[in-house]
């Protein structure tokens, strides 16, 4: 049988079972959904886009996977190649992997290997207080939601801080000469909660990190792609490492890329064998997901996608402004994220059964009512989504 994430598999209700999907629409035997989750925030083109579909088949056509231990293909270094012109500063370094949370490990065991390999013994990393970095060990650490990892208490050398400047500033001065590095989901933490902060922190960050010679990561996974309105918010600020995952293939195949700097790229470039990256994921740079991956950032750019997404803040930002219920503790709105925040968690139990009721699927979490719909949208789509959610509250 299946085993299903985050569930407790006696008492979990039967999954939605999906026989097509296409646009934004889930369909089931008989009745269609909006997906405003976007499969975990990876769909922004929705389903079946032709583009993506076609880029599949042509690469299919070839071959759908080659090592990248040793041998190389086009499919990856075109992706490569635009990633490197693409992303902002120096980040021109891809190391590609296949999900997310391997991709953060890999941020990681740089940032650590980079101080070993020019004779630091910095190893504390600094992370936010409410981070999600993955479900594997080392992000697991890093990360900060007793939610998701309740079993595992030990947390050694990791220092969570909350987003707030004067508490940045005091872990510096009392941990900067330890620091490795210092890892963020910048202006939204997803998983933690859909919580959002402003921009004068990651600055701040950004000239703390170099005054304590302390490499800055952004985990963009959730981020990247446009969510926050922004293309990346490493475009804001930028990061020494930059990590990407979920929207890099446009949902359609798992993939993710760690980007370095000029600066972390050089701390590993030399004759000495045992400063080399001892890293190799078996599908790193699979070529069915470079190539359906490249075609999305083709579209993201053709298709002008961050006027799409500042179309989907305005409509989102018009239909709550009415909104307001005594069980809200509050609505937040960041670029194509939108999340109510309730004060218990009880409020939100049986939603995403009235959601289903209205053509929509949703999946809150803990006190997490939210959407992440694919930028492909129709406005009266998005509307439908919005509206299901404030009209929970007025039944
Ligand atoms: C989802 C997520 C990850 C993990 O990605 P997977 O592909 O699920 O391993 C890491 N960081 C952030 C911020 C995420 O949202």
Same mark, same amino acid.
């Given at each position: 049988m299946i085993w299903y994430p985050y569930a407790q598999m006696k008492t979990m209700p039967p999954p939605i079972k999906i026989t097509d999907a296409n646009g934004v629409y889930l369909y089931t035997e008989d009745t269609r959904l909006i997906d405003s989750v976007s499969s975990w925030w990876s769909v922004i083109h929705g389903y079946r886009h032709p583009v993506l579909d076609e880029a599949v088949r042509t690469q299919l056509a070839h071959f759908s996977h080659v090592m990248l231990g040793g041998l190389t293909h086009e499919a990856v270094e075109k992706l490569s190649d635009k990633l490197e012109s693409w992303l902002p500063g120096d980040l021109n370094y891809c190391f590609f992997s296949d999900s997310g949370s391997v991709a953060v490990e890999v941020a990681l065991k740089m940032a650590l290997q980079f101080q070993v390999n020019r004779g630091s013994r910095r190893k504390t990393v600094l992370a936010l207080e409410h981070a999600y970095h993955g479900d594997t060990f080392k992000t697991m650490e890093v990360g900060d939601d007793d939610d998701y990892h309740f079993a595992f208490g030990e947390k050694q050398g990791v220092i969570h801080i909350p987003t707030e400047i004067p508490a940045l500033e005091t872990a510096?001065?009392?941990y900067g000469e330890q620091l490795s590095c210092f890892i963020v989901e910048p202006l939204l933490q997803g998983a933690g909660g859909m919580r959002?902060?402003?921009?004068?922190?990651?600055?701040?960050?950004?000239?703390?990190? !170099?005054?304590? =010679?302390v490499l800055l990561v952004f985990d963009e996974v959730a981020t990247g792609f446009g969510r926050t309105g922004h293309r990346f918010v490493a475009d804001l600020v930028c990061p020494?490492?930059?990590v990407l995952g979920k929207a890099l293939t446009g949902g359609y195949i798992g993939h993710a890329v760690t980007v370095a700097n000029r600066k972390v790229f050089d701390g590993f470039y030399?004759?000495?064998?045992?400063?080399?990256?001892?890293?190799?994921p078996t599908f790193m740079g699979n070529a069915l997901a470079c190539s359906v991956a490249l075609a999305s950032i083709e579209l993201f750019e053709s298709e002008r996608y961050l006027t799409k997404i500042q179309r989907i803040t305005a409509v989102t930002q018009r239909e709550?402004? !009415?909104?307001? =219920?005594?069980r809200v503790k509050e609505v937040r709105i960041l670029g194509g994220c939108v999340c109510i925040e309730v004060h218990d968690?009880?409020?939100?139990?049986?939603f995403q059964q009235f959601a289903y009721r209205r053509g929509v699927f949703s999946r809150p979490f803990l006190n997490y009512m939210y959407a992440m719909v694919p930028y492909i949208i129709r406005e009266d789509e998005l509307i439908q989504v919005l509206r299901t959610m404030k009209d929970w509250f007025r039944q």
């Amino acid at each position: 049988m299946i085993w299903y994430p985050y569930a407790q598999m006696k008492t979990m209700p039967p999954p939605i079972k999906i026989t097509d999907a296409n646009g934004v629409y889930l369909y089931t035997e008989d009745t269609r959904l909006i997906d405003s989750v976007s499969s975990w925030w990876s769909v922004i083109h929705g389903y079946r886009h032709p583009v993506l579909d076609e880029a599949v088949r042509t690469q299919l056509a070839h071959f759908s996977h080659v090592m990248l231990g040793g041998l190389t293909h086009e499919a990856v270094e075109k992706l490569s190649d635009k990633l490197e012109s693409w992303l902002p500063g120096d980040l021109n370094y891809c190391f590609f992997s296949d999900s997310g949370s391997v991709a953060v490990e890999v941020a990681l065991k740089m940032a650590l290997q980079f101080q070993v390999n020019r004779g630091s013994r910095r190893k504390t990393v600094l992370a936010l207080e409410h981070a999600y970095h993955g479900d594997t060990f080392k992000t697991m650490e890093v990360g900060d939601d007793d939610d998701y990892h309740f079993a595992f208490g030990e947390k050694q050398g990791v220092i969570h801080i909350p987003t707030e400047i004067p508490a940045l500033e005091t872990a510096f001065r009392m941990y900067g000469e330890q620091l490795s590095c210092f890892i963020v989901e910048p202006l939204l933490q997803g998983a933690g909660g859909m919580r959002m902060y402003e921009l004068p922190f990651l600055e701040r960050a950004r000239a703390l990190c !170099d005054q304590y =010679d302390v490499l800055l990561v952004f985990d963009e996974v959730a981020t990247g792609f446009g969510r926050t309105g922004h293309r990346f918010v490493a475009d804001l600020v930028c990061p020494d490492i930059l990590v990407l995952g979920k929207a890099l293939t446009g949902g359609y195949i798992g993939h993710a890329v760690t980007v370095a700097n000029r600066k972390v790229f050089d701390g590993f470039y030399s004759d000495d064998p045992s400063h080399a990256l001892m890293h190799g994921p078996t599908f790193m740079g699979n070529a069915l997901a470079c190539s359906v991956a490249l075609a999305s950032i083709e579209l993201f750019e053709s298709e002008r996608y961050l006027t799409k997404i500042q179309r989907i803040t305005a409509v989102t930002q018009r239909e709550m402004a !009415d909104f307001s =219920d005594p069980r809200v503790k509050e609505v937040r709105i960041l670029g194509g994220c939108v999340c109510i925040e309730v004060h218990d968690a009880q409020t939100l139990h049986g939603f995403q059964q009235f959601a289903y009721r209205r053509g929509v699927f949703s999946r809150p979490f803990l006190n997490y009512m939210y959407a992440m719909v694919p930028y492909i949208i129709r406005e009266d789509e998005l509307i439908q989504v919005l509206r299901t959610m404030k009209d929970w509250f007025r039944q």
